[in-house]
């Protein structure tokens, strides 16, 4: 199984900070790595795939980087509505397996 | 417009079954791979089960095979998640998802707004 470890864990920052994510994978998953959003009481919403792809709809405030083993999902400034928990996942083996998250608060 | 209604969700006694629906509907179900995850109380994302466009190949995670069974009709639009010897631990929110095409991917876009499981006394 794929391990994939987020940090950090919790990121406090302000509106109109940058934000930089970090997932890390226990091996390589290629390209094939997804970001997603989650806020309380909602369902998850696609951000990124493929490491880089921006989803349909999403700002362009949202960059994703990185292939192998190391990625990073950039918020180039932060919006109010930005702040929630952000998941990794990847789709390169079976099980699919997701990062634990990382939440992103206002300072 | 694209929509996944789950359904099925409730309370359960331990060692109980339980089977989740989801109805599809705005897309073409019977081109995309299906998934279901779960996340529970104040708990991450947990991929459970992923089923193939044609329903030939499925993946389920270690910690629910043998009890746990994605299959779906396509005719019907629908996906469905076959739960039994539920145990507390798979207390959650259950998501329906789709995940990629038969052509291409573009990450799992698309999420219904979840059923919840609760396996309790």
């Known amino acids: 199984e794929i391990v994939l470890t987020q940090s950090p864990a919790t990121l406090s920052l302000s509106p109109g900070e940058r934000g930089t994510l970090s997932c890390r994978a226990s091996q390589s998953v290629s390209s094939d790595l997804a970001w997603y959003q989650q806020k309380p009481g909602q369902a998850p919403r696609l951000l990124i795939y493929?490491?880089?792809n921006r989803a349909t709809g999403i700002p362009a405030r949202f960059s994703g980087s990185g292939s192998g083993a190391d990625f990073t999902l950039t918020i180039s400034s932060l919006e109010p509505e930005d702040f929630a928990v952000y998941y990794c996942q990847q789709r390169r083996n079976w099980p699919w397996t997701f990062g634990q998250g990382t939440k992103v608060e206002i300072k | 417009e694209v929509q996944l209604v789950e359904s099925g969700g409730g309370l359960v006694q331990p060692g109980g079954s339980l089977r989740l629906s989801c109805a599809a509907s705005g897309f073409t179900f019977r081109d995309y791979w299906m998934t279901w995850v779960r996340q529970a109380p104040g708990k991450g994302l947990e991929w459970v089960a992923s089923?193939?466009?044609?329903?030939?190949?499925?993946h389920h995670v270690d910690s629910v095979k043998g009890r746990f069974t994605i299959s779906r009709d396509n005719a019907q639009n629908s996906l469905y998640l076959q739960l039994s010897s539920l145990t507390a631990e798979d207390t959650a929110v259950y998501y329906c998802?789709?995940?990629?095409?038969?052509?291409?991917?573009?990450?799992?876009?698309?999420w219904g707004q979840g059923t919840l499981v609760t396996v309790s006394s």
């Open positions: 089923i193939k466009a044609d329903g030939s190949e499925k």
């Open positions: 998802a789709r995940a990629g095409h038969t052509n291409y991917w573009r990450g799992i876009g698309c």
């Open positions: 493929d490491a880089s």
